[in-house]
């Protein structure tokens, strides 16, 4: 197994290439570009009129993307600066003086449009194919109750962490079930104390690889979707925040593992 974990870390940074470097990424980055970075005022104002914001733009700038605003929707409101330059007389000596001034300007959200698709890298994240006798295995070795459920919110699983226990959504096949139990287990197993914890970004990070990595010890491909998940959270950054965790991966995905052989020793040879 030990291999096979160090393998699954090469696997990881391999694909991780292999998506930045794709059409479908460099679409995603055309797009993103045409975004600029708001000052913190602008960015506290567009919090506070619409926090789930996620690209704005200007009416005019949506519309060269093929995108139009959707009638009634209300603008967010916005400080845009106005440059002035102008000359002043001291003393018979002239003086040039440059400050800015500021009005209102408003933008939307791509919420609040409609027209063209836009490049997402949610749509690296894939179903994982194929059912597997594992995911029962694995329920019965966790950590935490498992039940599963006819809809999780329109999420393939998720562990509370007040009641400590694991919800997964029934409809996806068992392999797919599998990666995302195994992902839940990792968050109780790693993130249960809020004390200390890393951050959202790196929770699910830290969550996604150890899934990836357990499930590549077990033989099943979840590439397809762990991939793109990690490259949805992390960013240009995911390798290295993987890195920065690699211990506490290594050691959460063992953890996984040794319980699971240790209950299903001859099963697994068989699998």
Not at 57 to 78: D, L, N, P
Not at 255 to 268: D, G, K, Q, R, V
């Amino acid at each position: 197994m030990k291999d096979k974990v160090k393998e699954a870390f090469e696997l990881i940074d391999q694909g991780f290439k292999q998506i930045t470097t794709s059409e479908q990424y460099k679409k995603f980055l055309a797009f993103s570009s045409r975004f600029y970075n708001y000052s913190l005022k602008n960015q506290l104002l567009i919090w506070t009129q619409y926090p789930n914001a996620s690209y704005v733009a200007g009416f005019v700038e949506w519309k060269k993307m093929g995108r139009y605003v959707k009638k009634g929707e209300k603008g967010i409101k916005i400080l845009a600066p106005i440059h002035i330059r102008t000359t002043q007389n001291d003393n018979g000596e002239e003086k040039v003086i440059e400050y800015n001034r500021y009005r209102t300007i408003s933008v939307f959200d791509i919420s609040q449009t409609v027209g063209e698709p836009v490049p997402s890298l949610k749509g690296f994240i894939k179903t994982v194919p194929g059912d597997t006798a594992i995911y029962e295995m694995m329920k019965k070795v966790s950590p935490f109750p498992v039940e599963e459920l006819d809809d999780c919110g329109g999420a393939d699983g998720y562990y509370n962490l007040m009641t400590k226990d694991i919800k997964i959504w029934s409809q996806k096949p068992t392999a797919h079930r599998l990666l995302t139990l195994i992902h839940e287990i990792a968050h109780g197993v790693l993130h249960s104390d809020r004390k200390v914890s890393p951050g959202h970004k790196v929770m699910e990070i830290e969550a996604e690889a150890v899934g990836f990595v357990v499930c590549h010890a077990l033989g099943i491909d979840a590439s397809m979707n762990s991939m793109g998940y990690l490259l949805y959270f992390g960013g240009d950054s995911t390798m290295s925040l993987i890195e920065d965790s690699r211990e506490r991966i290594n050691l959460a995905a063992k953890t996984i593992l040794n319980a699971l052989e240790n209950a299903y020793m001859p099963e697994l040879s068989k699998a």
